[in-house]
């Protein structure tokens, strides 16, 4: 099969080309090509397994990082002489950490890996096919090309296939296409350069749904080479990227894992050189604590609770996060790519205007509700009251096969089942006070002669309640006006003459240029029956009505939703498979695009080159009539941009497109599972705004992200600089490895996960989406983290310092005294007469609490990085003064109560200790974050 452009050629070349005829294959012919072409059903084309999914969850720098600090834990525990205390206890809840993270980071993961299933679910499980001559039913694998297949309405094609036969034959193509309208096919060739799956109205595709009629067609493509298995090997190849704060995270991992070796290197090697340990173990032990005491054990578990409390905000919004991180992503998107149908319109066909009686009526009201008005000329009137306009809204009940009844969800008035188009024509009747149920006492559908796309109209022949026979015809207006000899006006009929049919051509061309669907409307009386109701001596001399004129109106949402992303530096972007007129005028009611404005297709995308197509993407924001494959390079091309981009998508056409985006999103009513299954994001509304939503609940999340790491570093820097620095001395640890890690998990832990759901600063739609590529370790954090853990390192060694001179009789070992052996401080008197092992015990339990006591104070100063605390307002932050007040009160009890004492190493504080404590960790209230930060600020 060199030549895989079936729609352009006739049907005897089809049949020559696949060596098949009318009757098929024959038995030994299929299996022939069964094993030459193999199952038609998709098949997995690579992957990763799950052990080698879980096991990268392990790669992380910060989760190698936390694998050093189990790994230092229990070497604390288990070298003979080390004197570690608590090594287990750290080892086992710094291993929970891990576990978790990894467990949470595979399940996520594995779920948006599943997307090849959901394609194979949309599969027909069975074709009826014809072989040696006779129909018989197969399974849909057993499929080759060159089988002769037929179908009717209801079924799900099983294969890519050319028509060759077809009765009022129309298929649901939207989950190749995204187009809810139903596509009429014909046998005749389609002569057009690189047409998208919508254009080729020869052809039927697996998975898509036949609506109306009947109709056969050989087979020409099975397996992956259908345009279904297309988009199953573009799934699967689409890789996804890590999110801006994955590369965060591990871009901290990694400055931090250097700062911590090159430190830790600096001790032992110090230690070593000075000699003053009784051993190796001893030295070792030094630079391992110093190590334990940079790791921010706490911060992955504060990052991930932090993120699936946004997840559960952001379902009250409508919006269900599939993939975690992708939270944080949404806040960094500098493009929204949307769908048009169902996502920035209501998915709703609606009449707009109808042109009767020499007159443009204006049809209020969108979608499927019962509130609307009709005006001419300024002035409200009453339909009933116009027994023409009353006639149109009859004709479009009558000359109807879909259903309009009461919304079940209750979100309208009506839903519909079938054709959108004929909806608008129920739903604009009933608004005009025309009821169905009435109409149809009055007529009886007695005959039809169905749509196909040659013919391009409808008639429903009826039996009208005075005894006469009538045909009410609908179509596209170039086409009924040719049959139309007569017209109704003001009540009369008169014959239709040139300068009428004119008018009615040059309104048609406007409604068509303001992106209306149009339809005209027409009947006559049939005297006398007509033998089997012929459609050529039926479809003659009929009567003109009106022109209705109709379209998918836009949300009433997403005017504000795209001005709101103009305003925070979002560039919205519309793709749709709808034509370039119909793309152009919902882009300009939206306010996406001027008059003007920029609209490339499919066709002129696939005649550029790719620096052409580039240049494009840098400027156009409206895509009309493409193909999967344009809205993957789409997002390609944007993300090679180094933008953040979202993509938005429904149909299974959009699931590559989705799963390359750095954050998809699927819709959660219309939505295909196979996308659903390949985004971070389903929306349970469908609706553009839900996604400005949450782009800024996902920045405020980012910024309260940014709030605890702040927090959290600067808090582990503090410890890192005084260890290291006693250590330096020559003096012994100022605070155990057991002191750290509640430091580290408990009294810093409950003020950073307050402050992840703290309420957000002021104006985060304001301002500009950080820039692509900028990390959150910019240089202002940084010099805000340096230089608070410095003055927290003042604080907490002024502490250390001064309590072994006011303990020990005024003296301090090292600085006023030479330093003391190991022995020295385990069992040796103070000048004061107290063991020196009591007074570090008292010194360290101090310096416990006074860190702990800056950190509290501190907490405060990290909640807006725009403004010092005495100018934000505490009352809202009701969940961090919880956390404070808890931390204090475990603090208290690891200070007093005995049962906890062995444990931390502490010991009661005098009151002079407090006030100490207090005075030192004041300046912790007076550390303004504007100044700090400055222009580096993004």
């Not at 006070?433 to 008639?459: H, P, W």
């Not at 596209?476 to 139309?484: F, H």
């Not at 600063?761 to 692509?772: I, N, S």
């Not at 005024?810 to 007074?839: F, H, K, N, Q």
Request: proline share 5%; hydrophobic share 45%.
């Amino acid at each position: 099969m060199v030549d895989d452009h079936w729609y352009s050629n006739d049907v005897d070349y089809v049949k020559a080309s696949l060596d098949t005829s009318d009757t098929g294959l024959s038995s030994n012919e299929a299996i022939k090509r069964f094993e030459t072409y193999g199952p038609n059903e998709l098949v997995e084309t690579g992957g990763i397994s799950p052990l080698r999914m879980f096991l990268n969850q392990f790669m992380d720098p910060m989760v190698i990082i936390l694998l050093i600090a189990i790994l230092i834990s229990l070497v604390a525990s288990f070298i003979p002489g080390a004197h570690e205390e608590g090594g287990l206890i750290d080892a086992f809840v710094i291993t929970a950490i891990v576990i978790f993270n990894a467990v949470f980071g595979f399940v996520q993961e594995f779920k948006s890996e599943q997307a090849l299933e959901a394609l194979k679910q949309m599969a027909a499980p069975r074709a009826k096919v014809m072989r040696d001559g006779f129909w018989k039913t197969i399974e849909s694998r057993e499929l080759v090309p060159g089988d002769l297949i037929g179908f009717e309405a209801g079924d799900l094609v099983p294969a890519d296939a050319r028509v060759i036969y077809s009765v009022g034959l129309a298929a649901d193509e939207a989950p190749l296409t995204g187009e809810s309208h139903a596509v009429r096919k014909v046998t005749e060739p389609i002569h057009l350069d690189r047409p998208v799956v919508g254009d080729m109205k020869n052809m039927v595709f697996q998975g898509t749904v036949v609506t109306a009629g009947k109709g056969r067609a050989i087979v020409t493509e099975t397996g992956m080479r259908t345009q279904f298995g297309k988009i199953a090997e573009m799934v699967q190849e689409s890789e996804k990227d890590m999110t801006p704060l994955q590369i965060d995270l591990d871009d901290l991992g990694k400055k931090l894992g250097t700062v911590i070796i090159i430190m830790t290197i600096i001790v032992f090697a110090a230690e070593v050189i000075r000699n003053v340990s009784d051993s190796l173990i001893e030295e070792l032990m030094a630079a391992i604590a110093l190590a334990v005491s940079a790791i921010p054990e706490g911060l992955p578990a504060v990052v991930t609770i932090t993120l699936a409390i946004g997840v559960q905000r952001m379902v009250r919004q409508n919006a269900i996060v599939r993939r975690l991180p992708s939270v944080e992503t949404l806040g960094s998107t500098t493009i929204i790519c949307s769908d048009k149908t169902g996502t920035i319109t209501k998915n709703e066909m609606t009449v707009r205007s109808i042109y009767i009686d020499d007159n443009e009526v204006e049809v209020t009201g969108v979608g499927y509700n019962r509130a609307g008005e009709f005006i001419l000329n300024d002035q409200t009137i009453n339909p009933l009251s116009d027994s023409n306009l009353t006639l149109a809204l009859k004709i479009g009940q009558l000359c109807n096969n879909t259903i309009l009844q009461e919304d079940p969800s209750g979100k309208a008035d009506w839903s519909v089942i079938g054709d959108p188009t004929e909806g608008a024509l129920l739903v604009v009747a009933e608004k005009g006070g025309v009821s169905y149920e009435a109409t149809l006492q009055e007529y009886s559908e007695v005959s039809e002669i169905s749509f196909d796309s040659a013919r391009k109209r409808m008639t429903s022949i009826n039996a009208g309640s005075d005894g006469k026979h009538y045909a009410f015809a609908k179509g596209a207006p170039e086409i009924l006006l040719s049959l139309c000899t007569r017209i109704s006006t003001n009540g009369s009929i008169v014959p239709l003459t040139d300068s009428q049919r004119q008018k009615i051509l040059e309104m048609n061309a406007r409604f068509a240029e303001n992106a209306l669907r149009v339809l005209a409307l027409a009947y006559r009386p049939i005297e006398n029956e007509i033998p089997d109701w012929e459609p050529e001596k039926v479809e003659k001399d009929l009567i003109f009505v009106a022109l209705v004129g109709m379209i998918d109106p836009p949300r009433d949402e997403v005017r504000d939703a795209i001005e709101v992303c103009k305003k925070a530096g979002i560039r919205p972007i519309m793709i749709t498979g709808d034509h370039k007129l119909t793309a152009r005028a919902i882009a300009r009611d939206v306010g996406l695009v001027d008059a003007d404005g920029q609209v490339l297709t499919g066709a002129e995308i696939d005649q550029m080159s790719e620096g052409e197509f580039i240049e494009c993407v840098r400027d156009c924001n409206v895509f009309a009539r493409v193909a999967p494959e344009h809205k993957l390079q789409i997002v390609n091309a944007l993300k090679a941009l180094n933008e953040i981009v979202a993509m938005t998508g429904d149909g299974v056409n959009d699931a590559p497109a989705v799963k390359a985006a750095d954050v998809g999103i699927s819709m959660g009513i219309r939505g295909a599972d196979v996308t659903k299954e390949a985004s971070d994001v389903i929306l349970t509304d469908d609706n553009f705004a839900t996604i400005v939503s949450a782009v800024e609940k996902g920045r405020e999340i980012y910024s309260n992200i940014r709030k605890f790491v702040r927090f959290l570093l600067a808090a582990n820097f503090d410890e890192l600089f005084l260890v290291f620095t006693i250590i330096m001395i020559g003096l012994p640890l100022p605070i155990t490895a057991i002191q750290i890690l509640w430091l580290n998990l408990a009294t810093d832990g409950f003020p950073a996960l307050a402050l992840g759901v703290d309420p957000p600063e002021k104006g985060v739609m304001e301002r500009p989406p950080r820039k692509p590529g900028s990390r959150m370790m910019d240089r202002g954090m940084v010099s805000f983290i340096l230089i608070a853990g410095f003055f927290a390192f003042l604080a907490s060694t002024t502490v250390f310092l001064f309590s072994l001179w006011r303990l020990s009789g005024g003296v301090i070992p090292g600085i006023t005294v030479p330093l003391l052996t190991d022995v020295e401080w385990r069992t040796g008197l103070a000048p004061s007469g107290v063991l020196w092992s009591e007074i570090l015990k008292h010194a360290r339990t101090t310096v416990f609490a006074s860190v702990v006591s800056f950190e509290l104070l501190f907490v405060w100063n990290c909640r807006d990085e725009y403004h010092p605390i005495w100018r934000t307002t505490i009352r809202e932050s009701n969940y961090l003064m919880g956390a404070i007040l808890l931390s204090v009160t475990l603090t208290l009890l690891t200070i007093y109560a005995p049962f906890m004492q062995p444990l931390f190493q502490t010991m009661p504080l005098a009151i002079e200790d407090w006030i100490l404590i207090v005075v030192t960790s004041l300046p912790a209230l007076f550390i303004p974050p504007h100044i700090i930060f400055g222009h580096s600020k993004e």
